[in-house]
């Protein structure tokens, strides 16, 4: 069985393939999805909610073509985003910037915070958010506002006058993960923060929204989460279908394919079709359901250049990108630099376009790779987003998640072939 990811999951039976609705198909069809992009200084969500986000150390690149800022962000790409991250001070138990210095206004400067805010602006109906957690927070801060009722009900309180002063339309629990321990004070956390946003005099302004991100593993899944709970309190919850391999795998497979491999070898919960239907049947219904994507494609190494498939065996070597240094992977721009002494213009976009480079795509699990001499790279693309969309639209989930905005190609510069368009101008063509 191919080895399990960060987000791993055990050996499980997978769930049935998701089926176009026998009703209301049509009416299905030409609802607009929301998109809730992720700028970790951010995340998108339209109407089929597109959630993005960026993160807040992406400007801090020393490559250009890498560098990602709050005025590179197109406000018309999606409906909502994210600004990753904020973060809990477990001594204080109140929200607070990560870098307050740059991201909070003072004398003669305009803070992040606000910049990214007043992209509203420029799109009236765009709702940024702030994330708070991520993949570099261990949970002290949420395990300090959780120790009791009282600190929890302070803590959202608190937290709505800081969204309210930056002008955030919502706060983005990205929690990774509560564990059996932590389950039911996680509930207490999203039941406060609902009573807050709820009761909150809000002067004709939106209530503030609530959203969760969601594991896609049932290692974390089943310990840390009372989904109808979640459900209950949360108004999205972002699924993190992504990571589905490791940089240690010991044969090739994807990062996020939408469905399962009929393969003994391979672990049958290991895809967005399986995670969907974990969380649905376990309380979270579609309307509530943000499906993710990512722009990064997993980059494995072959043992032998003569076995490429899927399930190839792999030499275990991890290689880094040129642009982004993600180890063992490739961010969409970047998928072009997979020759380790290839310069650095070099990028999974021009990669591509070198005769050395053979595209596949997989039907069974619809998403392409690419082989290059001895990397082989798993990643999405236009094909694989022209089929992921309409299948979660038919489903009816409320929109779609695109982690990350800095990881895309978000100047349009690169990826000028029909079938590598950037991924998020790919999602917002599909169902704006």
């Given at each position: 069985m191919v080895s399990s990811?960060?987000?791993?999951?055990?050996?499980?039976?997978?769930?049935?393939?998701?089926?176009?609705?026998?009703?209301?198909?049509?009416?299905?069809?030409?609802?607009?999805?929301?998109?809730?992009?992720?700028?970790?200084?951010?995340?998108?969500?339209?109407?089929?909610?597109?959630?993005?986000?960026?993160?807040?150390?992406?400007?801090?690149?020393?490559?250009?073509?890498?560098?990602?800022?709050?005025?590179?962000?197109?406000?018309?790409?999606?409906?909502?985003i994210a600004y990753a991250f904020g973060k809990i001070d477990p001594n204080s138990k109140v929200l607070v910037a990560t870098s307050p210095w740059l991201e909070d206004n003072r004398l003669g400067y305009v803070g992040k915070y606000r910049q990214f805010t007043d992209l509203k602006n420029e799109n009236s109906r765009l709702k940024t958010l702030l994330s708070v957690g991520g993949q570099n927070d261990y949970g002290a801060g949420f395990k300090s506002v959780i120790e009791n009722d009282v600190i929890a009900k302070t803590f959202a309180e608190e937290a709505v006058k800081f969204l309210r002063e930056r002008s955030f339309d919502g706060l983005d629990i990205d929690w990774e993960y509560p564990t059996s321990a932590t389950k039911q004070k996680f509930i207490v956390l999203l039941r406060a923060l609902r009573e807050a946003f709820d009761n909150e005099k809000t002067n004709g302004q939106s209530r503030l929204l609530l959203t969760v991100a969601g594991p896609p593993g049932q290692q974390f899944i089943d310990p840390g989460y009372d989904i109808p709970n979640v459900a209950r309190y949360a108004d999205y919850v972002n699924l993190l279908t992504y990571d589905y391999t490791s940089i240690h795998a010991s044969v090739t497979a994807f990062n996020s394919p939408?469905?399962?491999?009929?393969?003994?070898r391979f672990n049958p919960t290991l895809s967005t079709n399986w995670t969907v239907y974990k969380w649905h049947t376990g309380g979270l219904p579609f309307h509530k359901m943000l499906v993710g994507v990512t722009a990064v494609g997993r980059r494995l190494v072959l043992r032998n250049v003569n076995q490429?498939?899927?399930?190839?065996?792999?030499?275990?070597?991890?290689?880094?990108?040129?642009?982004?240094?993600?180890?063992?992977?490739?961010?969409?721009?970047?998928?072009?630099?997979?020759?380790?002494?290839?310069?650095?213009?070099?990028?999974i976009c021009t990669m591509l376009k070198s005769a050395n480079t053979k595209r596949y795509f997989d039907n069974e699990q619809k998403v392409p790779y690419l082989v290059m001499g001895t990397d082989w790279v798993g990643y999405e693309d236009k094909e694989s987003i022209d089929i992921k969309v309409p299948w979660m639209m038919r489903l009816g989930v409320a929109g779609i998640m695109l982690w990350a905005l800095d990881q895309d190609d978000f100047s349009g510069k690169v990826c000028s072939l029909a079938h590598t368009a950037a991924l998020g101008k790919s999602l917002a063509l599909l169902h704006l």
């Open positions: 990811p960060s987000r791993s999951m055990p050996y499980q039976a997978t769930f049935p393939t998701l089926r176009m609705p026998c009703e209301g198909s049509e009416r299905v069809m030409k609802k607009r999805l929301n998109i809730f992009i992720a700028f970790r200084q951010t995340r998108l969500n339209y109407e089929f909610p597109a959630h993005n986000s960026m993160s807040n150390w992406a400007g801090r690149r020393p490559s250009p073509s890498a560098s990602y800022n709050i005025k590179d962000i197109d406000p018309h790409l999606c409906t909502h939408l469905f399962s491999r009929k393969d003994i490429f498939g899927v399930g190839s065996p792999t030499s275990g070597e991890v290689r880094y990108g040129t642009q982004y240094q993600i180890p063992g992977g490739l961010a969409y721009p970047e998928v072009g630099a997979v020759n380790t002494f290839a310069p650095a213009r070099r990028r």
